[in-house]
Every structure is written in C-alpha cells, then in structure tokens.
Nanobody, 121 residues
C-alpha cells in the first residue's frame, strides 16, 4: 500500500508562516512529480505548487514569491514553506505524487488525506 501522510497544518495569523510536510510510504519504484493542491469551501481544488524529480518547479501567480516547494528524494518527502499567509490561503491542503510502483508501471496519481490551514486573526 502506498500512503501519503501530510503534517504541519494549523491556525496562523495573517502574515504568518507554516511549513507543510508530506511523506510517501510503501513499496515504490520511483516518484516523478510531487506537489500540493488546496481546496477552499465551495471552491474547486487548485494547484499550489509542483516539483519534478529533477527539480523543476511550478507555482500559480497567487502564491508565487510567498510559497516555496522543496523535496528530499532520499526520504520520499515534499515540503511547502508558506510565508506571508493571507486569509484567502485558508483551505484544506492536499499532497500529491505521481508514483511508479514497479519499473514496468506507468505513473499513477496518489493523494494525501489533506491538512487544514486556517489564516485568521
């Protein structure tokens, strides 16, 4: 079984910072893309950041300059450092990974259970 386990969410004041972590556990062959998505109440899930195995990074304009994604390939872990948080960043944040369980597999999408981030004074 492959699992993605997130941690690091919580309540923070506007302008504050949080760091999210996501660890992939289970028997796998390789991880290509890892990333974070978020979903606010009444809204669709949206991209926050992605990072490929060779370090290529993508952010939408809404978080560019405030959020930083990174990964430790040896630990199958991806991080999201969130600075200058705004109330509109409030959402459930989901970890994502495209994983090949065996060398003969194509990549399959896996998701974490989500962690709540609330930005409020």
């Amino acid at each position: 079984q492959v699992q993605l386990v997130e941690s690091g969410g919580g309540l923070v004041q506007p302008g504050g910072s949080l760091r999210l972590s996501c660890v992939v556990s289970g028997s796998i062959f390789s991880i290509n893309v890892m990333g974070w998505y978020r979903q606010a109440p009444g809204k669709e899930r949206e991209l926050v950041a992605t990072i490929t195995s060779d370090g290529s990074i993508n952010y939408p304009d809404s978080v560019k300059g405030r959020f930083t994604i990174s990964r430790e390939n040896a630990k199958n872990t991806v991080y999201l450092q969130m600075n200058s948080l705004k109330p509109e960043d409030t959402a459930v944040y989901y970890c994502y990974a495209s994983i090949r369980r065996y060398s003969y597999n194509v990549g399959k999408d896996y998701w974490g259970q989500g962690t709540q981030v609330t930005v409020s004074s």
